[in-house]
């Protein structure tokens, strides 16, 4: 139990242009998902918290205009990289955390497979 | 805001040897610890959590101790396999920033042969 899925994968694009990355929570509603971006060799940077119904709340220095997230369901939230370039290569990856009594316990975060981004 | 530093950043140990790594957190409120394992490429992996009211979890190889006097949680892996080779990262949660977790720096643990 516990799944988290993310799409695309990995994309590829051309700078200026935008980005939308799923992520689903596939076998339990999520509260809360965490948007994280991760660069080679380093951790993982949260940059934004997304709640179902509400808007996201964004870290110190994330562009909130810059990357758009819609939570619409509890198991469905999007990041969309607008005006991508190529600073804006990375790994994303996202995680979901279930809703009281739900599987595992309330903080735990389960993440999705990652969304490799190369803006050429 | 939270900070959790980590250390060591690269560990080597033989296989069959034990590994610890450890953690302090800055928030004395944090009450979540979870340990998560990365290979490269892929999710992050929770291999072990602990909440602030236990001193020490185990799971098979696997053991988390805390020491809240201190702010510090460690990771200990024991009779280390080739495969348990990944990078761990440590987090805590604390308590004024909803389910935030902040994520330490890593440790990239090689077990070699």
């Known amino acids: 139990g516990a799944v988290v899925s993310q799409h695309p994968s990995w994309v590829i694009c051309k700078s200026g242009t935008s980005v939308k990355i799923e992520c689903r929570s596939l076998?339990?509603?999520?509260?809360?998902m965490f948007w994280y971006r991760q660069f080679p060799k380093q951790s993982l940077m949260l940059m934004a918290t997304?709640?179902?119904?509400?808007?996201?709340?964004?870290e110190q220095g994330v562009e909130k205009d810059k990357f758009l997230i819609n939570h619409a369901s509890l198991t469905l939230s999007t990041l969309t990289v607008t005006s991508a370039h190529p600073e804006d290569s990375s790994f994303y990856i996202c995680?979901?955390?279930?809703?009281?009594?739900?599987?595992?316990?309330?903080?735990?975060?389960?993440f999705g497979p990652g969304t490799r981004l190369l803006v050429l | 805001g939270e900070n959790v530093e980590q250390h060591p950043s690269t560990l080597s140990v033989q296989e069959g040897d034990s590994a610890v790594i450890k953690c302090t957190y800055s928030?004395?409120?944090?009450?979540?610890f979870p340990w998560y394992k990365q290979e490269l490429g892929k999710r992050p992996q929770l291999i072990i959590d602990i909440r602030s009211n236990v001193g020490e979890k185990k799971d098979q190889r696997i053991a988390v101790t805390l020491n809240k006097t201190a702010k510090h949680f460690s990771l200990h892996i024991t009779e280390t396999q080739p495969e348990d080779s990944a990078v761990y990262f440590c987090?805590?949660?604390?308590?004024?920033?909803?389910?935030?977790?902040?994520f330490g720096t890593g440790t990239q643990l090689k077990v070699e042969l």
């Open positions: 076998d339990f509603q999520a509260t809360t």
């Open positions: 997304s709640n179902e119904g509400s808007k996201a709340t964004y």
């Open positions: 987090a805590a949660r604390f308590t004024g920033g909803g389910n935030k977790l902040t």
């Open positions: 928030d004395s409120a944090s009450n979540y």
């Open positions: 995680s979901a955390t279930p809703v009281s009594g739900g599987a595992g316990m309330v903080e735990t975060q389960y």
